[in-house]
């Protein structure tokens, strides 16, 4: 039962922890440009909310597509997350090459999530072979 809340709680915790981060660059940089890099790094009026329900509407996907609480090998649900979420932090990586410190940490984050699934992908894989071959 622990591991199964903990499996479950892992991606919502690290929302909360973006959703602070965020938070906390926004006061720290506030609108306007830099006098080092003028027109880049820029945080815009609106970029906190929207990256608040950006981040949540996929934290709630990413929920619906694993399915952490369920029992059953993740390996197939993390490989379709991944081949999801992966092409969408790709996309997001150059759209936001200059973007300000709030969607940047958001990049950040979706990158952590990929690498994620990544490994989430590959041990789940080589334990089910690996249970698969012991059994037989």
Same mark, same amino acid.
């Given at each position: 039962?622990? &591991?199964?809340?903990?499996? *479950? @709680?892992?991606?919502?915790?690290?929302?909360?922890?973006? %959703?602070?981060?965020?938070? /906390?660059?926004? #006061? &720290?940089?506030? %609108?306007?440009?830099? $006098?080092?890099?003028?027109?880049?790094?820029?945080?815009?009026?609106? =970029?906190?909310?929207? @990256?608040? $329900?950006?981040?949540? *509407?996929?934290?709630?996907? +990413? +929920?619906?597509?694993?399915?952490? /609480?369920?029992? =059953?090998?993740? /390996?197939?649900? !993390?490989? @379709? $997350?991944?081949?999801? %979420?992966?092409?969408?932090?790709?996309?997001?990586? !150059? @759209?936001? &090459?200059?973007?300000?410190?709030?969607?940047?940490?958001?990049?950040?984050?979706?990158?952590?999530? *990929? +690498?994620?699934?990544?490994? *989430?992908?590959?041990?789940? &894989?080589?334990?089910?072979? #690996?249970?698969?071959?012991?059994? $037989?």
């Amino acid at each position: 039962m622990p &591991m199964t809340l903990l499996r *479950t @709680a892992l991606l919502p915790l690290s929302w909360v922890a973006l %959703f602070a981060n965020m938070t /906390w660059l926004r #006061y &720290m940089r506030p %609108f306007g440009r830099s $006098a080092e890099h003028p027109g880049y790094g820029e945080n815009h009026p609106g =970029d906190l909310p929207m @990256a608040y $329900a950006i981040s949540a *509407t996929e934290v709630a996907i +990413l +929920l619906a597509i694993t399915r952490p /609480w369920s029992r =059953d090998p993740i /390996w197939r649900r !993390a490989l @379709a $997350a991944l081949l999801l %979420f992966g092409p969408w932090t790709v996309v997001w990586i !150059a @759209a936001g &090459m200059h973007a300000g410190s709030i969607e940047s940490a958001h990049v950040l984050w979706r990158l952590a999530i *990929t +690498l994620g699934l990544i490994v *989430t992908v590959l041990v789940s &894989m080589i334990r089910h072979v #690996y249970y698969r071959v012991t059994a $037989a």
